[in-house]
């Protein structure tokens, strides 16, 4: 294994591109940031209380976000941005956190599944075989935005999946941030698969880079460099302190990308990250050292936070944070 700088000193601010956690938009988006603004009139005019409650409470300073915040709710789409922030216990929203449904597509998840089971319950009394298969796109929709709970491996030599799916690609790649060679591995995600995307590894973000793009099939090789997409730059938080990426891509369907982490923030193996509703494709870059195991092959399904895509060898790591020690003493 090759000697490594360590790289999560390197912190870069988050780009001027990226204002949100959501930075290609979206119409449910803009439905939530709309009903946002009634809502914070109501809370000044109607509950004083709450609201000087909640700013007594909070922690940190001004969020950059375009609006006022009154409440955790203000903050959903800003979080990557730095600022305000609520513990647990004075939080009154924490609650969603625990629903069996991806917190951030609750708002898809009543809008489009509310809509469609209210179309459904219409069509059922006016000519009930054509409510059959909208209740089944319901069904579906409810389905894709499920969160599942994953059983996350403890070994700190092994690397999880980002995503669930199927691997549609393994391939040696030369890439600028990682700096030597290293291994891509593809994961297709169906409408059909969970959408959540956990974190590889104990890793700390460094950096972050958006790209406006195309909507192509993920399944298309050109997929992956013409669509939107957004890359997060890891580095691990133990020694060897080596560069990991993983890049959400976004699909012919799946046209939202949600990334909720910013630069300077250290994740766990298996936590969440962000997620790409409706279809998609994700990529996981790491390091090819010596060692280096793939455990996975082409076509096998996977899941974020508990499949092993790959092992790294004890003695080689060893050997690295050796090298990193006499590189950084301190």
Known sequence: MEETEDLSARVEPLPADIKDIQPGGGACMRIELAWGRWR???????RRGYVAKMQQTREGTANDCPHEVLDPRDVKFYRNQGGYTWSP?????????RLPFARAGLAELLILGGSIFALTAALAFLFWPLAIPLAVVGI??????????????????????PADGHISSIEEVDDEFIGRPAVLI????SIFDVHINRMPMDAKVVGLRYRRGKFLNALRPESARENEQ??????RNSAPHYPIIVRQIAGAIAR????????????????????????????????????LEILVSMGQKVEAGSTILAQ?????????????????PH
């Open 186 to 189: 593809g994961i297709f995600l």
């Open 89 to 97: 216990e004075n939080d009154p929203f924490t609650w969603r956190d």
């Open 312 to 328: 790294y060898s004890l003695a080689q790591e060893e050997k690295a944070a050796e090298a990193d020690t006499e590189q950084d």
């Open 256 to 291: 939202r990308i949600v990334c909720w982490v910013g630069p300077g923030e250290t994740l766990n193996r298996g936590d969440q990250f962000g997620m790409i509703k409706l279809g998609s494709r994700t990529e996981l870059i790491v390091p090819k050292e010596d060692g």
């Open 230 to 235: 957004m890359e997060i730059r890891l580095v």
């Open 40 to 46: 914070r009139w109501y809370l000044k005019t109607f």
């Open 140 to 161: 579906l929709v409810v389905w894709f935005f499920r969160d599942p709970k994953r059983q996350v491996p403890t070994d700190p030599l092994c690397v999880v999946s």
